[in-house]
């Protein structure tokens, strides 16, 4: 039987967390006419502006490494304030996606938030379809969109 953990993001988890990025979006930019240099510098300043951005966003946020079986696959990144979890970003190694590890993660979450009586907040592209269809079969409801983002939201059921 696997073990899936998290652990906090450590500076040395850099060089996976940047394989990571690439894996996902990677895909992105395979269509660009660019050299593999250029790719390369483009996907690598993605990155950097995605962890100064989300860092700023949610100073107070926890950044952790997704294991399983000791191996690194993923990354969690999660803000709690006192009145929300927001679930900044989850992302699981295309070569380990579609074995339930990212829907694991997230009802761990749920599980937190139940006892926390506290909603989950998230905010997902509209480009991203296939992330949309995640959120909504974990109980995610769309509360508002823009041009670029839907905004969701999970709720606890209450109990009684």
């Not at 690439?22 to 502006?49: N, V, Y």
């Not at 109980?139 to 969109?145: A, D, H, K, L």
Request: glycine residues 4%.
């Amino acid at each position: 039987m696997s073990t899936l953990a998290v652990r906090p993001a450590l500076p040395q988890d850099e060089i996976f967390l940047y394989d990571l990025y690439s894996a996902i979006r990677g895909p992105e930019f395979a269509q660009a006419p660019l050299t593999p240099t250029q790719r390369e510098h483009l996907i690598r300043m993605q990155f950097r502006g995605q962890m100064s951005t989300y860092t700023q966003l949610f100073p107070n946020s926890c950044y952790h490494v997704v294991l399983l079986d000791s191996k690194p696959i993923g990354r969690l990144w999660v803000a709690q304030s006192a009145h929300e979890f927001h679930l900044v970003d989850i992302a699981v190694h295309p070569g380990v996606q579609s074995k339930g590890i990212g829907t694991a993660l997230v009802q761990r979450l749920q599980q937190e938030a139940t006892r926390a009586r506290l909603p989950i907040v998230s905010t997902v592209s509209r480009f991203n379809p296939g992330s949309l269809r995640f959120h909504q079969r974990l109980r995610f409801q769309i509360v508002r969109e823009d041009m670029m983002n839907s905004f969701l939201e999970w709720r606890p059921i209450p109990s009684f």
